[in-house]
């Protein structure tokens, strides 16, 4: 099993996305485990503080270093280190790709730090392997980076999509290129007076024909 490992100060946020649909399916089978830690859970004060005015001042709060440090700690005991990443999501970290999605999948066990605030004391890098970045843009957390990584990272694992030629076929399964244009039922389409067929080529069962106008298409993207 391939195991998920989250650290968030909001361990439920996504609870429905990951007991839904395909990732659900996944869990049952067991072909992959998500476990979310509250990092709350490793904090000395009575208002369980995560966060705190950054030195040198500026707008905002920073995360905090020794809760960090003592959630990953206790997470990896038991873990395969060999076969381990630990992760922090940030705006400024190495841009997420179906590459490196494929480069995960090779891993156990993949633990990912959800960042907060204006983000997180920068002595964190000393205990992570990896600072990923789901595209040029801030979000309030990474979260939703998080499942970003854990829906592309497991949908190409074996057993996870009803077909395990979906994933092969499918926009960037090579680098650059992306899917062709897919139809089903109705074979036209009608809105008013205009019409809107499926290409023939795709009716006439003539599956050389077909590769070929799929090639052709994925070559226009």
Same mark, same amino acid.
């Given at each position: 099993?391939?195991?998920?490992? +989250? !650290?968030? +100060?909001?361990? $439920?946020? *996504?609870?429905? @996305? @990951?007991? $839904? =649909?395909?990732?659900?399916?996944?869990?049952?089978?067991?072909? +992959? %485990?998500?476990?979310?830690?509250?990092?709350?859970?490793?904090?000395?004060?009575?208002?369980?503080?995560?966060?705190?005015?950054?030195?040198?001042?500026?707008?905002?709060? *920073?995360?905090?270093?020794?809760?960090?440090?003592?959630? *990953?700690?206790?997470?990896?005991? %038991? %873990?395969? =280190?060999k076969k381990r990443k630990i992760v922090l999501m940030a705006a400024s970290g190495t841009t997420w790709t179906q590459k490196k999605a494929k480069e @995960?999948?090779?891993?156990?066990?993949?633990?990912?730090?959800?960042?907060?605030?204006?983000?997180?004391?920068? /002595?964190?890098? $000393?205990?992570i392997d990896e600072e990923i970045s789901i595209g040029d843009y801030v979000l309030t957390g990474g979260e939703l980076g998080a499942a970003v990584m854990?829906?592309? !990272?497991?949908?190409?694992?074996?057993?996870?999509?009803?077909?395990?030629?979906?994933? !092969?076929?499918?926009?960037?399964?090579?680098?650059?290129?992306? $899917?062709?244009?897919? @139809?089903? /039922?109705?074979?036209?389409?009608?809105?008013?007076?205009?019409?809107?067929?499926?290409?023939?080529?795709?009716?006439?069962?003539?599956?050389? *024909?077909?590769?070929?106008?799929?090639?052709?298409?994925?070559?226009? /993207?």
């Open positions: 099993m391939k195991k998920f490992k +989250i !650290i968030t +100060i909001f361990p $439920e946020i *996504l609870s429905s @996305y @990951y007991n $839904e =649909s395909i990732i659900k399916r996944a869990c049952d089978k067991k072909i +992959i %485990g998500i476990e979310n830690y509250n990092l709350r859970d490793w904090t000395t004060d009575n208002h369980k503080t995560v966060d705190d005015t950054p030195y040198g001042g500026g707008a905002g709060m *920073l995360m905090k270093i020794e809760p960090l440090y003592k959630a *990953l700690q206790a997470i990896k005991k %038991g %873990g395969n =280190s @995960y999948t090779k891993l156990d066990e993949t633990i990912i730090i959800c960042g907060r605030y204006e983000g997180v004391d920068a /002595r964190i890098k $000393e205990f854990i829906d592309s !990272i497991s949908r190409l694992l074996p057993g996870v999509l009803g077909n395990d030629d979906s994933a !092969i076929e499918e926009s960037h399964s090579e680098e650059g290129v992306m $899917e062709y244009p897919q @139809y089903t /039922r109705p074979e036209i389409f009608k809105v008013g007076k205009k019409s809107f067929p499926v290409p023939r080529v795709l009716l006439e069962g003539n599956h050389k *024909l077909i590769n070929e106008w799929r090639k052709k298409e994925q070559n226009k /993207r």
